[in-house]
């Protein structure tokens, strides 16, 4: 690791924000993004948009996705605010 992407790294730790204790909904990822929410799950499910998993359903084998509020702000500098987007913590 260089010098630069070391101090880049403890300047986005010295200035990180709280980050929510909810998942980020893929709309509110798609809409900020300017994508369709299909490019977002692609993306998750195939590992190219490391900000979250996606899981099948043991019953159902239908898909559920996670995004982490903490990943999508170091992968894409986007923050999630759920009191400004409807989500309880």
């Known amino acids: 690791m260089s010098n630069k992407q070391a101090l880049r790294l403890?300047?986005?730790?010295?200035?990180?924000p709280k980050f929510p204790a909810c998942n980020v909904p893929?709309?509110?990822?798609?809409?900020?993004?300017?994508?369709?929410?299909?490019?977002?799950?692609?993306?998750?499910?195939?590992g190219w948009l490391p900000i979250g998993y996606a899981k099948p359903s043991a019953k159902t084998g239908?898909?559920?996705?996670?995004?982490?509020?903490?990943?999508?702000?170091?992968?894409?500098?986007?923050l999630y605010e759920p009191e400004k987007e409807g989500c309880d913590e």
């Open 10 to 16: 403890l300047t986005s730790y010295i200035n990180m």
């Open 26 to 46: 893929v709309a509110f990822v798609a809409k900020v993004m300017k994508k369709d929410a299909t490019f977002i799950r692609a993306g998750i499910e195939q």
């Open 62 to 78: 239908k898909m559920s996705y996670y995004i982490s509020p903490k990943l999508l702000w170091e992968v894409t500098g986007i």
